[in-house]
């Protein structure tokens, strides 16, 4: 396999970029800074210099490449506009230079929040009628419309919160958990599905090789769900604490996160805690059914949450973030 990826300095594409690598994929990456680059050349992955909107940089990474894995996005931005300009318009770009290079297969890593909230006990599978709730989710819906009408074979994966090694917002929770402390959303019996950033990769090559996932949606997590109280809690024994479930009402925490987000914009800054978020945080479930991805490729998640929280302690310890 010769392959591009998009975002391959973060954390999603570099668990990816590790897979490839370790199944003896040619890997190209389009990276913004070289520099920030540099684990990447040690493991001899090719690097090209431009960013989603540099047409003759895409051309440049995606020819000569069986499969192009978009993984870049933009998680927090300052408004609307910005979301939109960076997740759609980047993948129309992504889609425009894999098109002209006669790439064989796209992968485009969308986002749960895209299809929407599910409904407590009703994991979604990805033939629903997608409702997203946030600006950041519209704009990866957009994106998701965008390869839906390429040229190209496709295939869209869904990942709900991704956690693991090198992953900076779940690791905001560990540190509250060694205070002993757990916020949660809501009243915390909303339900969640995660996975961890190297099942992930897993997935997302297995959906590349398989010629039962062209033009095909996925959920790719584990079939476990849990309540964010369960998910705090469980962060607490990873650490060896036992924490207080700290639980923000509806009205509490949209003052809060408006202020938040109010204070970042004046700061010309980007955070994921905003008015907008709020429309996520207090859903009473984000879960997603991972049997169709399984029974179309043969992947199987490696992590429950339980191991998977303890192998993201053991790095982040080892990695001296904590």
């Known amino acids: 396999m010769r392959a591009l990826v998009t975002g ?13 690598r370790r199944r003896g994929a040619e890997v190209t990456a389009l990276v913004r800074s070289p520099a920030k680059a540099a684990p990447l050349v040690r493991q001899d992955v090719t690097l090209v210099t431009g960013d989603l909107h540099d047409r003759d940089a895409l051309l440049t990474a995606a020819r000569g490449q069986s499969v192009v894995f978009h993984v870049a996005g933009q998680v927090a931005a300052l408004d609307e506009t910005e979301f939109y300009r960076a997740n759609r318009d980047g993948t129309a770009n992504v889609l425009d230079a894999a098109t002209r290079a006669g790439v ?88 969640l599905s995660a996975v961890h950033g190297a099942d992930l990769a897993g997935a997302l090559i297995a959906s590349a090789l398989s010629e039962k996932t062209g033009g095909r949606v996925y959920y790719a997590c584990p079939p476990e769900t849990f309540t964010s109280a369960a998910f705090v809690r469980a962060v607490g024994d990873t650490v060896g604490r036992s924490v207080s479930v700290v639980r923000i009402p509806l009205r509490l925490g949209s003052v809060v996160l408006a202020a938040t987000g109010m204070v970042a914009r004046l700061a010309h800054q980007r955070t994921l805690l905003t008015a907008d978020k709020a429309h996520e945080f207090f859903e009473p479930a984000w879960t997603g059914d991972p049997r169709p991805l399984m029974e179309d490729t043969g992947w199987a998640p490696e992590f429950d949450l339980r191991r998977g929280l303890a192998d993201t302690y053991q790095w982040y310890r080892s990695a001296g973030w904590l």
């Open 104 to 191: 064989g297969r796209f992968v485009l890593v969308s986002s749960m929040a895209a299809g929407g909230p599910s409904s407590p006990g009703k994991p979604l599978a990805g033939g629903e009628t997608p409702r997203p709730v946030t600006a950041y989710g519209r704009s990866k819906l957009a994106a998701e419309a965008l390869v839906r009408g390429s040229a190209l074979p496709w295939t869209i994966l869904r990942p709900p919160m991704v956690y693991g090694p090198r992953d900076r917002e779940v690791l905001k929770i560990f540190r509250l958990a060694r205070l002993g402390l757990g916020p949660v959303f809501g009243d915390g019996t909303q339900e």
């Open 8 to 20: 391959a300095t973060g954390f999603v594409g570099s668990h990816l970029v590790e897979a490839l």
